[in-house]
T-cell receptor, first 111, second 118 residues
Framework: GENVEQHPSTLSVQEGDSAVIKCTYS??????FPWYKQELGKRPQLIID?????GEKKDQRIAVTLNKTAKHFSLHITETQPEDSAVYFC??????????FGKGNQVVVIP | SAVISQKPSRDICQRGTSLTIQCQVD?????MFWYRQQPGQSLTLIAT?????????ESGFVIDKFPISRPNLTFSTLTVSNMSPEDSSIYLC???????????????FGPGTRLTVL
């Protein structure tokens, strides 16, 4: 089955700086890669996703890039704000299958 | 996205008892899933709740321990049976939008049920 790994496990950034989280996946058939943000005590929320026919997608301060050859994808958060502090989960899914989640990254934005 | 609710939001249960968690979606959805999230951990898929047929369980999860129902396209239940302290966790349901797409990739989550077993 699909195996997803996230790096780093914890990331601290100064407010206003950029944060980058990288995930790798194992199944070359995976074609959908969402990112979820989970604040403490809250449900995971889908913040951005990318499909395998696209290399990059941007939504305001967040962007996701995908390298299918290397089987990795990254979340980029620019101009970080305290409300960006959360755990971020990446996931991957091969066609017709279920989501495989990474272990999560704790992002701490220091005011 | 669909609005998903769960009941109860939390519960404290005694060892050996069972708890049924309800998941309600405000619109018909193609697929519904049940996850477990232990403190500080990632989400682990328990099973896919299939409408009108038996749930599809992931490795390590069995129907006798986690029976699931899905009587229609908006509702599902997960029962945690014969509970032990190791079952203490957050249980979340999720669903995929109904847009003619069978791809289970895009999922939206309920608020979760925090279960503590004493």
């Amino acid at each position: 089955g699909e195996n997803v790994e996230q790096h780093p496990s914890t990331l601290s950034v100064q407010e206003g700086d950029s944060a980058v989280i990288k995930c790798t996946y194992s199944d070359s058939a995976s074609n959908y890669f969402p990112w979820y943000k989970q604040e403490l005590g809250k449900r995971p929320q889908l913040i951005i996703d990318i499909r395998s026919n696209v290399g990059e997608k941007k939504d305001q301060r967040i962007a996701v890039t995908l390298n299918k050859t290397a089987k990795h994808f990254s979340l980029h958060i620019t101009e970080t704000q305290p409300e960006d502090s959360a755990v971020y989960f990446c996931a991957a899914t091969p066609p017709g299958n279920r989501l495989a989640f990474g272990k999560g990254n704790q992002v701490v934005v220091i005011p | 996205s669909a609005v998903i609710s769960q009941k109860p939001s939390r519960d404290i249960c005694q060892r050996g008892t069972s708890l049924t968690i309800q998941c309600q979606v405000d619109s018909q959805v193609t697929m519904m899933f049940w996850y477990r999230q232990q403190p500080g951990q990632s989400l682990t898929l328990i099973a896919t709740a299939n409408q009108g047929s038996e749930a599809t369980y992931e490795s390590g999860f069995v129907i006798d321990k986690f029976p699931i129902s899905r009587p229609n396209l908006t509702f599902s239940t997960l029962t945690v049976s014969n509970m032990s302290p190791e079952d203490s966790s957050i249980y979340l349901c999720s669903s995929t939008p109904t847009s003619g797409r069978a791809d289970p990739g895009e999922q939206f989550f309920g608020p979760g049920t925090r279960l503590t077993v004493l």
